[in-house]
C-alpha cells in the first residue's frame, strides 16, 4: 500500500510552496495552466522535491501513488480510479470551457475552450470526449460528472441545447454534431456517473471560478 501524502509539494500554481492540507494544495492548483504539483509522505522529502526539478517528479507516480494522492481525501463511495469532467462558462451563454481530469490525481487529460455557448453544452461533451479518449486509449474508467441534463444528453444521444446557430457558435455546433455522431456510431462499457457535490465537494475537474 502506497504511504499516505501529508504533504504537497506546489511547484507551479497560484502560490507555489509546500501545504499540509490536500484542501491547501487544490485551492492553488486549480484552472492553472501547466500546473506541476504531488504528495509525499514526509516533510523532507517534499522540501527536496521542492527545491528540485519538478519535471523529475511531475508525472512520475506510480499508479498506486497517483490515486492516494487525492484518495487521502475522498468518501470511500469515489471509485478514485475514474475520469472526472466538468464545464465552465463566463455568463450563460458565455466564453465555455471544459475539461477532463483524473479523479485520484487532478491531472488534466484535456481541455477545451470555445468563445460562446453555454455550461450544458460544456458538460455534454466532456462526457462524449471522456468516452471517445478512452475508446482510443483503450480505456475503461468510469466517468464522472456533476450534470443530470448532461447525462440524459448523452443517454439520449442529442445536444438538446437551444442556443442558436449564428455566426459566433457555428464552430461550437460543428462540434456537437461530431459528438452527436460518435453516440451514435460507438458503443461504450464506461459507467456514467453522477458526482454528489453536496457530499463529496467540488468535481475534481471543477474550475474554481465560483
Known amino acids: 500500500m502506497a504511504k499516505k501524502n501529508k504533504y504537497y509539494v506546489v511547484w507551479n500554481g497560484d502560490s507555489p510552496g509546500i501545504y499540509t492540507s490536500w484542501d491547501e494544495c487544490q485551492v492553488n492548483i486549480k484552472g492553472v495552466s501547466n500546473v506541476r504539483y504531488k504528495g509525499f509522505p514526509t516533510l523532507s522529502e517534499a522540501e527536496y522535491a521542492f527545491n528540485d526539478d519538478p519535471e523529475k517528479y511531475w508525472g512520475k507516480k506510480s499508479k498506486s501513488e497517483s490515486v492516494s494522492f487525492l484518495a487521502d481525501s475522498f468518501n470511500d463511495d469515489i471509485i478514485a480510479n475514474s475520469i472526472s469532467v466538468d464545464a465552465a462558462c463566463s455568463g450563460n451563454p458565455g466564453v465555455m470551457e471544459y475539461q477532463g481530469v483524473y479523479t485520484a490525481s487532478g491531472t488534466q487529460i484535456f481541455i477545451k475552450k470555445f468563445p460562446l455557448g453555454t455550461n450544458n453544452i460544456g458538460e455534454f461533451l466532456a462526457i462524449v470526449h471522456g468516452l471517445a479518449y478512452q ?73 474554481g471560478r465560483k
Open 135 to 207: 475508446k482510443q486509449q483503450k480505456m475503461n474508467l468510469p466517468i464522472y460528472t456533476d450534470s443530470k441534463i448532461a447525462m440524459g444528453w448523452v443517454k439520449a444521444k442529442k445536444c438538446r441545447s437551444k442556443l442558436p446557430l449564428d455566426a459566433k457558435t457555428k464552430d461550437l455546433f460543428e462540434v456537437i454534431k461530431r459528438a452527436e455522431e460518435w453516440l451514435k456510431k460507438n458503443t461504450y462499457k464506461q459507467d456514467i456517473l453522477k458526482w454528489d457535490t453536496k457530499n463529496w465537494g467540488e468535481i475534481p475537474a471543477d474550475f
